[in-house]
């Protein structure tokens, strides 16, 4: 009854700005991030629709990673930041006390830009979420949940005959497959990939490509990518963010085609960056 | 010239050598040294290390070799069959060793003069010596007094010839080092050869003296079992010296109480010190860390002879007033194996943490933030991705740490008792190898004798042990840091 609300009281203060709220997976409302004395990300205000692909593009340190890495509390790990402002979650504040940041990532999965598997067999792999949260009761649900999780990382015909096999020792794509394996395996509802491709060549580049349109259908997809034809490819949403903040929010099509704002068209057309 | 002004005099040869063909080349140059090849101190260095080193090699060469060929000289006067046997030669050569000693104490007194010692018969020569008080058999045998003039005299000879040798090649070094010296010299790169040379001989150095360490540790070793049998050595359960003769030396209930108390040591020190680890790796703040871990090194420092004092003095007394005569009646002593292991543990302590710690920084921060990526909390992440990855290098850690304690001597000596009982009881007093190494040849044992040979049977042994727990933890560290490189 609480959250239920706090969450009528938040969608009637700001029923102006939110617009189909229902839609609204992730909300974000003047949010500021300090590292330390640095003021990293300055006043962000965005809404990120469910069953979507929203893309955070922008030049080197202009705080994409750092406010993705907000909206999972991964920032809580570090302990210099501080996060102001309200980030909700399905209308949650993921800020407030009551909320466990642990339950909270389990709810909003990250993909990394290195892929970092765990010197793990690859089904301990992508069995350690629900291993974790005990999402099964029994074994062969565990390896219902690990093969589902595979094949929707387009990795199950590769990796089904060398599960006991360390998940270190696959190339550089796979390893990232495995990785968004194990993310989508404990069935999150947010997927936020930091990177995903910065390391792989591109035919995995391609591959993590098209798995990222076909994560779509199940989840609200959020990508920080350095490329912006990635963006382009993958995403129906972008935002540009330039020096901590937000320039300019909205269709991916018309952020690349036609930008409101000067400085997103001088990135755009690769005068800034 | 004794060997100290010798070397002295080759190092003033070389430092003249430095700075003269510093100056010549650099004259050579009117004095700009962009016109050289190297910098002006690549080229006195230069002829300062031709001028040194080989002088120098010859002098340490020479002087370990002299005393082996003038033994050799000397020895070869003795004849008859008297001096058969090899014992009876070098008990016989070092009473020439001797004799000369005294006879140039004697000249070096001016009780002699060099003139003198010539013509004085062999017989006036022995009571000459007598009656300076030194001690030399009175009744010396002419062939002793015959091999001791040799011996000096070719001592003699051989002195004046390296004195000669040495300062020569010093010389000549510095000549031609000083006449090489010129602008296009590549003196640098000579200089870097000459380093690299330097660097190899003190690598060598420590590599040879660990051989002659363990071939010294071999042979004496092959000399025991030689006199006693190996079987009884390797499988008798008894150890019992006696310096009378007729002992029963089996290593096994020593063995017994080496891992015995190596053991209680490990169980003491291993979930202490990883544990710590894990703390001050994953949950101490970067301050408290910084401040943590030096302290807890500081425990190494700490000399075993102090940990010895301390299980003797506190924690045998200590456990003694629980499970003593006072308490339960199970430690009839304050040394026992529970005394010496619980101290030997906490001695421990550091070399686990503090390995542990490096190898659990050494895990990526990308798996940390994979796990609580995924919603894990910092335990789990501890447990399940991070103690995992760094499990190799900390069962390495955990290897060098038993090589420690099996190896560990003093704590043992003070706190673990003498007896050598083989007994599941912890509140015994057992003893370990290297404690019976101490006490067998601190005894006056003939040297010759198994009781005191055994000593080097025993330290092969153990030496064997730790040697083999060293380079299975050395392999496994070494395949951990391929892993993440």
């Known amino acids: 009854m609480d959250a239920m609300a706090h969450t009528d009281q938040i969608s009637m203060s700001q029923s102006e700005t939110l617009t189909e709220a229902s839609d609204n997976k992730i909300a974000a409302r003047s949010v500021d991030v300090f590292y330390g004395k640095n003021h990293a990300i300055k006043n962000v205000d965005v809404d990120i629709d469910d069953k979507t692909v929203t893309a955070f593009i922008g030049p080197s340190g202009c705080g994409k990673s750092t406010f993705l890495r907000c909206l999972n509390r991964m920032n809580d790990t570090i302990d210099i930041a501080r996060v102001e402002g309200d980030i909700l979650l399905d209308g949650e504040d993921i800020y407030d006390k009551r909320v466990d940041p642990v339950q909270l990532r389990a709810r909003v999965g990250m993909v990394f830009q290195k892929p970092n598997p765990f010197p793990k067999s690859i089904y301990d792999n992508v069995a350690y979420g629900p291993r974790i949260h005990g999402l099964t009761r029994n074994k062969s649900e565990l390896d219902d949940i690990v093969e589902a999780s595979l094949r929707r990382a387009a990795l199950w015909d590769e990796a089904k005959d060398r599960l006991k096999e360390s998940g270190t020792g696959m190339s550089g794509g796979q390893q990232q497959r495995l990785c968004i394996a194990r993310a989508v395996a404990t069935q999150p509802e947010v997927l936020l990939m930091d990177e995903p491709c910065s390391a792989l060549d591109p035919i995995a580049t391609a591959q993590i490509e098209e798995l990222i349109d076909e994560l779509r259908q199940n989840f609200c997809v959020v990508i920080v990518t350095h490329s912006m034809q990635q963006a382009a490819r993958v995403s129906q949403k972008t935002a540009f963010f330039h020096l901590g903040e937000m320039v300019e929010y909205g269709d991916t099509e018309k952020i690349f085609n036609s930008p409101e704002d000067k400085r997103t068209e001088s990135y755009i057309t690769g005068r800034i960056g | ?485």
């Open chain 2, 1 to 485: 010239m004794s060997f100290g002004t010798l070397f002295l005099a080759v190092i003033a040869i070389a430092a003249v050598a430095f700075a003269l063909s510093r100056r010549k080349v650099l004259g050579l140059a009117q004095g700009d040294r962009r016109r050289l090849h190297s910098l002006p101190h690549y080229h006195g260095m230069h002829a300062m290390l031709l001028a040194a080193v080989p002088a120098l090699l010859l002098l340490f060469g020479w002087t370990v070799l002299q005393p082996v060929v003038v033994d050799r000289v000397a020895v070869s006067h003795f004849s008859g069959e008297k001096y058969d046997t090899s014992g009876e030669r070098s008990l016989a050569m070092s009473e020439v060793r001797r004799v000369a000693e005294s006879i140039d104490a004697l000249v070096r007194g001016g009780k002699l003069g060099t003139s003198e010692l010539e013509t004085l018969s062999d017989e006036d020569l022995g009571r000459e010596l007598d009656d300076t008080g030194i001690p030399v058999l009175s009744d010396l045998p002419p062939q002793i007094i015959d091999s001791a003039r040799i011996y000096r005299s070719v001592s003699a000879t051989g002195d004046l010839i390296k004195l000669g040798l040495v300062l020569l090649l010093a010389l000549a070094g510095a000549a031609y080092g000083y006449s090489a010296a010129h602008p296009d010299l590549r003196a640098r790169n000579r200089t870097e050869m000459g380093v690299r040379g330097l660097l190899v001989a003190a690598a060598c150095v420590a590599i040879f003296t660990t051989f002659g360490i363990v071939l010294s540790l071999l042979f004496n070793t092959i000399e025991f079992f030689r006199i006693y049998p190996a079987g009884e050595f390797f499988f008798s359960l008894t150890w019992s010296p006696s310096f009378g003769g007729g002992s029963e030396l089996g290593i096994i209930p020593l063995l017994w109480g080496t891992l015995y108390i190596s053991l209680i040591a490990l169980l003491v020190a291993v979930p202490l010190g990883l544990f710590s680890a894990i703390y001050l790796a994953e949950y101490a703040h970067p301050k408290f860390r910084s401040a943590a871990k030096p302290l807890l090194e500081v425990l190494t420092g700490i000399p075993t002879i102090v940990y010895g004092l301390f299980a003797l003095l506190i924690v045998g007394p200590a456990l003694s007033s629980v499970f003593g005569r006072g308490g339960m009646g199970w430690m009839p002593s304050d040394t026992a194996v529970i005394t010496a292991g619980l101290v030997m543990g906490i001695m421990l302590i550091p070399f686990v943490s503090s390995l542990s710690d490096d190898v659990i920084n050494a895990v990526p921060q990308a798996m940390r933030d994979g796990s609580y990526g995924l919603g894990a909390t910092k335990s789990e992440t501890v447990r399940k991705v991070i103690v995992p990855a760094a499990l190799p290098g900390i069962v390495g850690a955990i290897l060098l740490a038993a090589s420690r304690a099996i190896g560990e001597t003093m704590i043992v000596v003070l706190g673990a008792g003498a007896a050598a009982r083989m007994s599941l009881n912890p509140f015994e007093a057992m003893t370990t190898v290297t404690a019976k190494i101490v006490s067998q040849l601190t005894g006056d044992a003939d040297f010759a004798s198994p009781e005191a040979l055994v000593a080097f049977a025993l330290g092969m042994t153990l030496f064997i042990v730790t040697l083999g727990l060293n380079i299975v933890a050395l392999a496994i560290v070494r395949r951990y840091r391929e892993q993440y490189e």
